[in-house]
């Protein structure tokens, strides 16, 4: 079974400052990861995936995120936040039992203050 | 390559009625995901379907059901709908290879039942 903590529903940031987006997770079987960013009225973009390889990994938008398997945790990050980047970011879990099922988080919106 | 399509974009329908909804994948996937979205309960995962098989399924009544045709293209069935089923429905693409796995999202269709 799978599981997606996603730590504060909503994050407000000042543009320029760092953006800490928290996600816990628990898998059975070894998880593929993701986050997901999605703008009011549009479907989920991919922003990066950790699959087995590096554990930290570069998405787009100048976001990054770091699999800590011992804390079982996915943090994504931006070191500096544009005003564009505010909008609500999904982290998700996915694995392969049989079939593919992916269990997403709550979600957090992102605020970016000028 | 063109991204996954869905159509219609927005329904409305009411109560006690059914819908079928449309999703074509991304030339070349097999797999295609089904995802309700709502503000009270987030993303949830409806069902996988690969090459015409469920291979996943999630815990949602027997009045949500889909199928795959032998083009990949995937439809979703919700009869005697309730309130409840207003949501947007997103559907999802993939691939596996080399061992990763991603998921390529579609806008979603906007269901609103009065």
């Known amino acids: 079974a799978q599981s997606v903590t996603q730590l504060g529903s909503h994050v407000s940031v000042s543009e320029g400052a760092l953006v800490l987006l928290r996600c816990n997770y628990s898998?059975?079987?070894?998880?593929?990861l993701f986050w997901y960013v999605q703008y009011p009225n549009q479907g989920l973009q991919l922003l990066l995936k950790?699959?087995?390889?590096?554990?930290l990994v570069k998405g787009i938008n100048g976001f990054e995120a770091e699999f800590k398997k011992s804390e079982t945790s996915f943090h994504l990050t931006k070191p500096s936040a544009h005003m564009s980047d505010a909008a609500e970011y999904f982290c998700?879990?996915?694995?392969?039992?049989?079939?593919?099922?992916?269990?997403f988080g709550a979600g957090t919106r992102l605020f970016v203050k000028a | 390559k063109a991204g996954v399509t869905q159509t219609p974009r927005y329904l409305i329908k009411t109560r006690g009625q059914q819908v079928t909804l449309s999703c074509s994948p991304i030339?070349?996937?097999?797999?295609v995901s089904w995802y309700q979205q709502t503000p009270g309960q987030g993303l949830q995962f409806l069902f996988e379907y690969f090459s015409e098989t469920q291979r996943n399924k999630g815990n949602f009544p027997g009045r949500f059901s889909g199928r795959q045709f032998s083009n990949s293209r995937s439809e979703m069935n919700v009869s005697t709908l309730e309130l409840g089923d207003s949501a947007l429905y997103l559907c999802?693409?993939?691939?596996?290879?080399?061992?990763?796995?991603?998921?390529?999202f579609g806008p979603g269709t906007r269901l609103t039942v009065t």
């Open positions: 950790y699959t087995s390889a590096a554990t």
């Open positions: 999802a693409s993939s691939q596996t290879t080399g061992g990763s796995y991603e998921q390529y």
């Open positions: 030339s070349g996937h097999r797999s």
């Open positions: 998700a879990v996915s694995a392969y039992t049989g079939g593919f099922k992916t269990i």
């Open positions: 898998s059975s079987v070894p998880p593929y």
